[in-house]
């Protein structure tokens, strides 16, 4: 009975000692992928995924540290215990959540093709073949061209900002991202009136998942139902409304 007693008193202290409080947590965004986030020449990181990020931290009541990260290693550097949560317009898709558990979602969006103006191209499933389209690298959007049209060029980029630089100089046919993302960081800059959105609205699940959510490692229940309740909480208090009009003029958040 004694050494029972023993085994269970050490179980719990064993337990009390690794449970995490998360009184500070390390964010990872890429700041390289507006409106969500990017960083100014100031350094400063800004953006919808920042906003997020901070007033999520806020609500929780926790010290958060932004971490800029390359997309290419979110992943990879989040497992390695590098930072704690990934904040950075990840969607939630089946072969993500083999390698890191998702909150719920705190946003959802269409994605679309952009090209030239006056350019004409079909999307069935041979309709691409020849062609190139810019993706950002390790990315939903880049999964989804490849496995749905025969015979295209993927291109692969660090960025979209990349991506659509490839574009206006002629290097790609097409660049293939979220609407957002096209909006802010092509047609509305300057020589942005030279290209615009073609083909359909697509939002496929198996490849987009449902929604874009915060990332964390598989262990990390507390850290994630901690996010859960946060997002609620800025959803009902109007925090959330705040931060979405700040950079777009739809619901963002989705059906």
């Not at 000692?17 to 500070?24: D, G, I, P, R, Y």
């Not at 704690?84 to 990840?90: F, L």
């Not at 659509?164 to 909006?183: K, Y």
Request: glycine fraction near 10%; charge should be negative.
């Amino acid at each position: 009975m004694k050494m029972i007693a023993l085994a269970a008193a050490t179980m719990m202290t064993t337990g009390a000692v690794t449970a995490k409080e998360w009184k500070q947590v390390r964010i990872a965004v890429e700041g390289a992928y507006p409106p969500y986030s990017w960083t100014t020449t100031e350094g400063e990181l800004k953006g919808f995924d920042i906003d997020m990020a901070n007033a999520l931290c806020e609500e929780m009541q926790v010290k958060c540290t932004m971490v800029t990260q390359e997309w290419d290693g979110m992943i990879p550097s989040l497992l390695a215990r590098k930072f704690d949560a990934i904040v950075a317009s990840m969607s939630i898709t089946e072969e993500r959540k083999l390698k890191v558990d998702f909150t719920d979602k705190y946003y959802q969006i269409s994605s679309r093709f952009v090209a030239k103006q006056g350019t004409e191209f079909s999307f069935d499933k041979a309709g691409l073949k020849g062609k190139s389209v810019g993706v950002q690298g390790s990315s939903t959007h880049e999964k989804y061209v490849a496995d749905n049209f025969e015979g295209v060029d993927v291109k692969r980029y660090g960025s979209p900002e990349n991506a659509f630089l490839d574009l206006i100089s002629g290097r790609v046919d097409l660049v293939f991202n979220n609407i957002p993302a096209i909006e802010s960081g092509l047609l509305e800059k300057e020589n942005g009136g030279d290209f615009a959105f073609t083909g359909p609205l697509i939002t496929d699940k198996e490849w987009f998942g449902e929604g874009v959510g915060i990332a964390v490692r598989k262990q990390d229940d507390a850290l994630r139902e901690k996010f859960n309740d946060a997002i609620k909480a800025i959803r009902s208090n109007g925090v959330y409304q705040q931060i979405q009009d700040k950079y777009f003029e739809f619901d963002i958040y989705g059906g």
